[in-house]
């Protein structure tokens, strides 16, 4: 039974994978796993989150938990929070969840994967839509109208968010981004008008992908992609992400296999950041090729 402790419980992520983990009769329960304790800024909300999902432990310090978790899932909503807590159980080999977005800034973001490098930790994040059955089955599908040369992903969000910014949700569009058309963006434009970002992202050769963070729309994600051999569109099914996304943690706490690569995870970050100064300046931004 591995043994998971989670840290931040202001999103209802915490509430999700906790019940996933403590609860018999919840709906796509995951098995081999228990959340033991936890760790939140709001005594009361971390008290209800407790009683909720059947956490026996709320600790006063992340660092009790240190020799009791046999993992850990950074959870807070700003992604600007995340460092300062996972370091500790990262240097303490315990392997990590960090939640999406991983950092607001690439240097936060560089600073967890070295120290994750460094003692040889499994370390990962992501957005569980990557996981979602649906998901995964329509990007697949993408494969027959390839090479990619051009697309959208879509999805809600808010420029003005409390928590971080565009990034906070905006991070779902950009990980569907990377599902769907790969790595190597090396150009961002913005424009932000009427609650709405839309970037431009061009990658070193093809595609060209416009990235759209909608602050006026129902709760959908979209990806439309164009290639030499065709077109596809859809408005993505995210029915099952947690389950599917907790069961990708769970793999590699139990193997040490990663399921994104560091540098996968490091250009998300970088991204959202180029599109951040993107907005601020008016003009271009680079993404640099060297992450690490």
Known sequence: MIRIGIVGCDSSHAECFSQLCNVKDFPGRVRGARVVSIYGHDPERTAQVAEKTQIPRIVEDPAEMLGEVDAVMVLFRHGGLHREHVLSFLEAGIPAFVDKPFATTLSDAREMIRAARRRGTPLTSFSCLRYAPAIVRFIKGLKKIGPLTAGVSAGPGDVKSEHGGFIFYGVHAIELMQEAFGTGVRRVSAVHH???????????????????????????????????????????????????????????????????????????????????????????????????
Do not use: W
């Open 194 to 292: 009427a609650g709405n970002l839309v970037a431009t992202l061009q990658y070193e050769g093809a595609p060209v992908v416009s990235l759209q963070v909608l602050h006026n729309i129902p709760y959908f994600f979209h990806v439309a992609a164009y290639g030499k051999k065709g077109a596809d569109g859809s408005v993505l099914d995210s029915e099952g992400l947690y389950p599917a996304g907790l069961r990708v943690f769970l793999k590699m706490v139990r193997t040490g296999c990663e399921p994104i690569p560091h540098e996968h995870i490091l250009e998300v970050v970088a991204v959202g950041e180029a599109v951040e100064k993107a907005l601020k300046t008016g003009r271009p931004v680079s993404v640099p090729e060297e992450l690490l």
